[in-house]
């Protein structure tokens, strides 16, 4: 082979010598992109709220937005209904801004579900736990009115007439507080027609009830001694059995509280009847009614859980117990959630029992609310 063929295949030999590498080097960071992709698929991979607790066919699920979501299987929503995981495991979290868009009639906003089945207290044999840490609750708010900085995280609802609810379970805590209080609500099945009269009772489970309040618009009252931390978490049992309501409160150093209520035969049928608590609180804004004496008998009755802010922005002057008059950046809702304008709590376990003798809710969720 004389010296110019030589030199040639030389060349050619080194250059095959480059294409092999060349491919095996293209071919190994494609193999390893490929793995890259899968573990990052793997690693993102959405937790459903249903795969941290797998009850969600018995409830719709409104959104802090006022919307309808619906049966929220396979689903979140990252501005108020998503999960998230701490060194407890994962939890199901529900949020709401003090302002936006709400559902019904109501002036709050909610990240709530709502069971899509109605019982009847007097046939029920119908079960509700909880167990829950709240987060956050709004940082402004008037202090003298009774709904500031508060949240409710659980509720019986009544489906018919008036739409009343037996109960609603509050967690509330002012700023500048490290504990804030846990108490629950009974409202009144208005006698007679006009239901603008009704009112609520409140009992304090640990902390104060809704009727401690500040001095002044910016001042607080004392710091409750038993109360519940921001991310303590507590749980709750609601059962009603044959027209009687059941409670259960627990919570790890705290002292397990119990309650008894019937929603068959009211307490509250004449004005000597109705605590001084409620004169107190709901007399001087006209709400001095009296209740019916079967009470929720023949009502059709619905759980509801999740978060439903009950600080908002409208005026006091409006209702002394339930306008808080709070910042709402005009329902810009990420600036409410930078700010701490909003109601932010966590569910990380939970379950429902239904009877047999439940019927369909649908009707409801076209009502107002």
Sequence with gaps: MNKHNSTVASLVLIFGVFLMLNGCKKTTKESNDAASSISKEEIQKTIYADEVIPFFDDWKLILGD????????????????????????????????????????????????????????????????????VMNVSATGDARVAASHAVVVGQIHSADEFENEPLKIFYKKFPGHTRGSVFWH?????????????????????????????????????????????????????????????????????????????????????????????????FPIGQDGVERKNAY?????????????????????VNKNWCSGAETHGGDIQKQYQDGNYAEVWFKKASIHVSDAAVSNEGYFTKND
Excluded at 233 to 252: H, Q, T
Aim: glycine share 10%; hydrophobic share 25%; with cysteine.
């Design 66 to 133: 006022g919307s309808n979501a619906g049966i929220a299987n396979n689903f979140e929503h990252k501005d108020f209904f998503y999960t998230t995981n701490d060194d407890k495991g994962n939890w199901v979290v529900f949020k709401a801004p003090n302002g936006g868009d709400t559902h019904g009639t109501s002036n709050n906003t909610r990240t709530e579900l709502a069971q899509v089945k109605k019982w009847y207290p007097a046939t029920a044999d119908d079960k509700l736990t909880a167990t829950l840490k």
């Design 297 to 317: 008998a023949g009502e059709g009755c619905f759980f509801k859980l999740g978060s439903y802010n009950q600080t908002n922005g409208k005026s006091p002057e």
């Design 186 to 282: 009974y409202e009144i099945n208005t006698a007679g027609d006009d239901n603008s009269r009704r009112w609520d009772y409140s009992t304090a489970v640990w902390g104060n009830d809704f009727s401690v309040v500040g001095p002044t618009e910016n001042t607080y009252p004392e710091e409750p001694k038993d109360g519940i931390a921001l991310g303590e978490e507590f749980s709750y049992e609601i059962v009603v059995k044959d027209g009687i309501m059941n409670l259960k409160f627990s919570s790890e150093g705290h002292e397990t509280k119990t309650f008894t209520k019937n929603l068959l035969v009211s307490e509250y049928t004449t004005t000597d009847d109705i605590p001084q608590q409620t004169k107190d609180l709901f």
